[in-house]
RNA sequence: GGCGCUGUAGCCAAGUGGUAAGGCAGAGGUCUGCAAAACCUUUAUCGUGAGUUCGAUUCCCACCGGCGCCUCCA
């Protein structure tokens, strides 16, 4: 089966026909730098890291741009309120270049940490300001945006198309006064800022054909996509709660300027919920990925996300993510002892059906659950041919070509670094373990069991858990 | 109110018009000096009601429940 994807404008699953052959030009949107990243960006960048590596795997050569937002982002709507950056500033005293600075690194090193390669372009929106005004003026041009009072709008009434992401193509039925709020300078309730008008205290300010000013924050998106990727390019990701509006009024700022369509796939990722709530600051069960990180480890948070689909939400919490991490553990057993294990014996197991379920799996609108789920039926497989006689050297060679393949290289699930156990160390503290693993060996041999028990017991007192299997005696770390 | 998603075993979570992957937890067993690990066996008729169909968990409708977007948010 070749691949397929749920296109978010089209409602359905499609097979996926790049424009270019060979090529696949991506875009997703980035994160908007006043805080640090929470579980809900954690969901959302590996989901689409998972995407990227498997168009990769299948040979296509990415072109993965995400973009850093560090202007333009307003508190309230699109129009009003102030500048969220500004206003991190403010609480924290000091300059809006310098929380943007702080946290797009901040945001880096967790998406590092989580295992996501880094996307080929990161353009800062403060970066692409001239390309940001060339748009406008072009929108403006076209009868697409109009001036008011040193701010420009984008009249949504002037493009037919608005709403066909979104399902929202009746722009009457806002109920105007509600909560979206009229601004006198603008033409109609739906219409979005382009460029705003830079008040005097305003920190982020430039010039522009329109007077001293910031862009809006839909701009930002397109003029970036557009010059990285060119005016029409195969995918579009982001978060649910982005479709609308910002992915709306992307497409319709994109498409009035260029006369041609936008972006052929859209790809949403569905949102984290805690205790089966939308995350939130406001409601006080927000978590970064910091904090998460300091109970559980990288890759069992990654795991724990891949474990659900991209389009479904998924609720966090400590239990489920533990059951998780449980059953991850399991399989970063089996490849640690595929790693230690001698070639003992004659056996292979046949990898075909292995490797077609996880490839119809991934080619399934990257179908990471299904796909994982081959690697607990292989996992059966090979600890029971590891422990009744072993593999061949080419049998071995390949098993761990296929977990290192599709579990590392694709999903990015095996264990990243930490300390295991096993002979052939070359860490002092891991000698010592070894060393006392034979003294109770010594003693097991005496039947001397009240000392084996002992040194077992303390050793799993500091952490360290002994298995014994007939070869003798095997440690690992347990946290 | 408008748009959309969703309701599968104790928990998490896939999926299909022909009676349901995988993980966690539980039970029994094999192995083991004991344990751990591993392996084997075992646990669901898919929110409710009606309809289409030879047959629906999967399609249509209604209802009930949960969620998201409609204001910034991955």
Redesign the pocket.
């Known amino acids: 089966m070749p691949l397929e994807l749920y296109n978010t404008l089209t ?1 359905k699953k499609e097979f996926f026909v790049p424009l270019n052959e060979g090529r696949v030009a991506m875009y ?5 730098v006043y805080g640090h990243a ?4 954690a ?3 590996i989901s689409f890291d998972v995407i990227v590596r498997w168009l990769r795997h299948l040979g296509y050569a990415v072109k993965y741009v995400q973009n850093i ?1 560090d202007v333009g ?9 102030d500048d ?1 950056i500004a206003e991190q500033a403010k609480r924290e005293k000091t300059d809006p270049m310098e929380v943007a600075q702080f946290y797009t690194r901040s945001f880096y090193e967790d998406m590092d940490r989580l295992g996501n390669l880094r996307p080929n372009i990161a353009p800062l929106a403060t970066g692409h300001i001239p390309e940001q005004i060339e748009l406008i003026e072009r929108l403006i041009a076209s009868g697409h945006a109009y001036e008011a009072n040193g701010s420009v709008y984008f009249s949504v009434q002037s493009f037919t198309g608005y709403g066909k992401l ?3 193509l ?1 722009q009457e ?3 105007p006064g ?3 709020e009229i601004k006198s300078e603008k033409h109609a ?2 219409d ?1 800022a382009l460029w705003k008008k830079a008040e005097s205290n305003h920190l982020m300010r430039w010039n522009s054909p329109w007077g001293v000013g910031f862009p809006g ?1 839909h701009i930002e998106c397109s003029a970036m996509a557009m010059k990285y990727l060119g005016e029409s390019f195969d995918i579009h ?10 992915h709306e009024c992307e497409i319709a700022q994109s498409e009035a300027a260029t006369g041609r369509p936008f972006v052929k796939y859209w790809l ?6 805690v205790g ?5 600051k406001s409601l006080g069960n927000f978590l970064t990925v910091k904090d998460a990180l300091k109970k559980f480890s990288p890759v069992m948070l990654r795991f ?1 996300i891949l ?3 991209y ?5 966090f ?1 400590d ?2 993510l ?3 991490g ?5 399989l970063h ?2 490849y640690r ?1 595929l790693g230690e294990a001698k070639i003992t014996g004659a056996a292979i197991i046949e990898l075909a059906p292995f490797e077609q379920r996880f490839i119809d ?1 991934m080619n ?2 990257f ?1 990471s ?2 796909a ?2 081959t ?3 292989l ?6 041919k ?2 009744s006689g072993g593999f061949s050297e080419a049998g071995l060679k390949d098993v761990l070509s296929f977990y290192n393949r599709f579990a590392g290289d694709v999903l990015g699930i095996l264990p990243g670094g930490e300390t295991t156990g096993g002979s052939g160390s070359a860490d002092a503290g891991n000698k010592a373990i070894d060393l006392l693993l034979e003294l ?1 060996q010594q003693a ?1 041999a005496k ?1 001397d ?2 000392t ?2 002992l040194i ?1 017991m303390k050793l799993t007192d500091i952490g360290v ?6 070869e003798g ?1 095997s440690w690992k770390l347990k946290n």
Not at 268 to 273: G, K, S
Not at 465 to 470: G, L, N, P, S, W
């Open positions: 409602r997703v949107c980035g994160p908007t929470h579980i809900g960006h969901k959302s960048y937002t982002h307003l508190t309230d709507d699109a129009d009003a309120g969220k979104s399902g929202r009746n039925e806002l109920e509600t909560r979206i309730a739906s979005f924050w990701g982001g978060g649910l709660d982005n479709q609308f509006p910002h949403h990722n569905n949102l984290v919920t089966g709530q939308k995350m939130g724990f474990q659900s689909h389009r479904s939400p998924l609720d919490s239990a489920a533990e059951a998780a449980a059953g991850l553990e399991k057993d089996t002892r799996s399934d609108d179908n659950p299904t994982i789920a690697f607990f039926d996992n059966r497989e090979v600890n029971t590891l422990s109770r097991k039947k069991f009240a084996s028990d077992r858990e002994v298995q014994d299997t007939k005696s």
